[in-house]
Structures are given as C-alpha cells and as structure tokens.
C-alpha cells in the first residue's frame, strides 16, 4: 500500500546532541511537511518542500533544519536539541496545493523524540 | 473506515457575504477537530476543538463543535477577497498506525469583489 513511513517511532537524544528523523513516501506527492506536535497541541507546521522548493515557517527555529534529497525521501535535523524540543514529529504529504480534492494530507506514525 | 468529509467542496460567493464551511467525521478515538485555511502554500492553523458547544472566535471566523452530531462548522462572516482559500477540516484521534490526524479533501473558497 502507498504510504508515509517515519523512522524511528522512537528516538531518544542527548541534550544538545544532533540527531535525524527520517520520512519516506510512496505516494509519489509533490509537497512534504514537518509538524512538531507537542502534548494536547495542534500539530505545528515547522516547514514543507514543494518540489525542491523549501519553505520555512517564520517562527521556526533555527536549531531545526531540513532535507530533501529527492521526491521520496525528507529528513529533520536538530541540531542541538534542548529540553523544550521533546515532541511528537509528523511527517505529510499532499499532492499539491490549492486545488481541492489534492491538498488532502496523508501522515506518517510520527516520531516521539525524547530528549534526555 | 475513519474518514472526515467535507462540505462543499467548492463555493463562490462576493465581498461582504457570510459563508458556513462543514465538516463531518466518523473516527474511532476522537481527540479533536482542527481547521486549517491554505493558500498556495502550506496550511495555516485556525481552530483546535474539543469540547462540544463552545464556539472559538477569530476576527471574522468562528467554529463549534458538536460531538452529538460528529461535525463542525467553520463560519466567517463580511468575506473580504483574502479568504479565498482552500479550508481544511482534520480530526485527531488516539492511538492509530499510520499518523494520528485524518484530513478533509477541503472546502475551496472563492470570494469576489
């Protein structure tokens, strides 16, 4: 089945240690999003690529870094966690943008980062 | 299936009208329900809800909750041109094997001068 697949489901850091989080797709989407969810919050939008177009939120610190190397695959690089960076991290998809019927998002498990 | 319906899926309307958005659900473990408004970019967050009957406000958007019904309504009232997007419902759920947020395909709004 055409899917979002992030790896690990868990990851347990160091404070101030880097580390990668890691989502792949076979839906075969133009657009890839990273959410930060933290604990009864809304998902929030840290950035997206469209294509290999990247796009980073305003308020998204810079301590958070992100790759594409082709359609498939998209990383999330911390580069110095801190505490307050413990979260659940969701990777998305969509097909594109502003048409209905293909913004629809399709999310992978999510990767619960600790951070010790 | 869990899935989150949208309604309608597209609507025109002119400067100063008001329009209803909606949005229904069937999802087992319901967290919440969250609107998102998209333009050609990605999607800005408008409403968390999770309590029934308590309305959210925003300016000239506003959204409620009704659980007995499984739906919400996303409201915006004097649409102005800079509401033309593309509004997104998603419901939140615990627990779940492939992510924990199910999308709408979206309501696309078109305001006219």
């Known amino acids: 089945d055409a899917m979002v697949i992030q790896n690990p489901r868990y990851q347990v850091t160091q404070f101030g240690k880097p580390v990668t989080l890691s989502c792949s797709q076979t839906l075969n989407h133009n657009v890839m999003y990273w959410y930060q969810q933290k604990s009864s919050q809304a998902p929030k939008l840290l950035f997206h690529y469209y294509d290999k177009d990247f796009n980073n939120e305003a308020d998204t610190p810079d301590n958070f870094q992100s790759r594409r190397p082709n359609t498939s695959f998209c990383f999330l690089d911390i580069r110095s966690p801190g505490l307050g960076d413990a979260a659940m991290y969701l990777c998305?998809?969509?097909?594109?943008?502003?048409?209905?019927?293909?913004?629809?998002?399709?999310f992978g498990p999510g990767t619960r980062l600790t951070v010790t | 299936e869990d899935k989150v319906v949208q309604s309608p899926l597209s609507l025109v309307v002119h400067e100063g009208d008001t329009v209803t958005l909606n949005c229904s659900y069937e999802v087992t473990n319901f967290r919440s329900l969250l609107w998102y408004k998209q333009e050609k970019k990605a999607p800005t967050f408008l409403f968390m809800l999770?309590?029934?009957?308590i309305e959210k406000k925003s300016g000239r958007l506003s959204s409620i909750l009704d659980k007995k019904e499984l739906s919400s309504i996303l409201n915006i009232t004097a649409t102005q041109t800079g509401d033309s997007a593309i509004y997104l419902c998603?419901?939140?759920?615990?627990?779940?094997?492939?992510?924990?947020?199910?999308f709408g395909k979206g309501t696309k709004l078109s305001v006219k001068p």
């Open positions: 998305a998809t969509s097909r594109d943008f502003g048409i209905a019927g293909q913004n629809e998002q399709y």
């Open positions: 999770t309590s029934s009957g």
């Open positions: 998603a419901v939140s759920y615990y627990g779940g094997s492939q992510g924990n947020l199910i």
